[in-house]
């Protein structure tokens, strides 16, 4: 595994990593009245992990059998044909990106990220509640989440073997969740002190959280050019 395809793939899990599911909820959980309970935390970021690496085995399963397909197709072709398409396809994602920022309209009524968050702070707490959360988090945002998609590319097209694809994902998918686990952390020992970050952080996603997916286009579509980028500069 080369050091360009290592950073892209932590730049791409960190991205994801600000997501609804990831991080607004965590924050939404830990302004929650009362105590910060581990158990509670647990069991949603371990349900949001495991989905996320069970439904990237699914697609790179998917993923390999159609590269098969499609390699015995272009076997011919130049490598460097593929890397100026995927590098294309980056630059492509950079101007979509800008183009749903400049469109973007202030929606009426309610957006999604208010009525996430309603529904974290109104959360019973039990299990089979923050796991259904989770689950739905997770689902909802699984096609727009384009960073998670563009790591799956990257990984089936490594050559690592199924075995080093398996632990990359799995390495991936914490990654997802570790910004979360930092200010779990950080609430558990600072709480006075960094529950006004978190009120201002509330504040701020409640804004502008429903841009952010321009934002992450934009991110990975910069990512996946940046490696297409970096392989022809090596081939």
């Not at 105590?35 to 690496?53: H, M, P, Q, S």
């Amino acid at each position: 595994m080369t050091t360009a395809l290592v950073l892209g793939l932590i730049g791409l899990a960190l991205v994801d990593s600000t997501s609804i599911g990831t991080l607004f909820i965590p924050i939404w959980l830990l302004l929650a009245p009362g105590r910060v309970r581990l158990g509670r935390f647990a069991v949603y970021l371990g349900t949001i992990v495991v989905f996320y690496f069970a439904a990237g085995l699914l697609v790179m399963v998917g993923a390999d059998a159609a590269l098969g397909v499609i390699g015995a197709l272009f076997a011919s072709v130049d490598q460097t044909i593929l890397r100026g398409v995927q590098l294309a396809a980056g630059i492509a994602l950079l101007v979509l990106s800008f183009r749903m920022t400049s469109k973007h309209r202030k929606p009426k009524g309610p957006g999604r990220i208010t009525r996430w968050r309603e529904r974290a702070l109104t959360e019973e707490g039990s299990t089979p509640s923050l796991i259904s959360l989770a689950l739905a988090a997770a689902g909802m945002e699984l096609a727009t989440m384009l960073p998670y998609l563009a790591a799956i590319g990257l990984l089936v097209t490594s050559g690592i073997g199924w075995g080093g694809i398996t632990l990359s994902l799995a390495a991936y998918c914490v990654i997802m969740v570790l910004p979360a686990v930092v200010l779990i952390g950080v609430r558990l020992v600072a709480h006075e002190r960094i529950d006004p970050l978190l009120q201002r952080m509330n504040a701020w996603m409640t804004k502008n959280g429903n841009e952010t997916l321009s934002w992450i286009v934009g991110i990975a579509g910069f990512l996946i050019a940046q490696n297409a980028v970096g392989a022809l500069l090596a081939g």
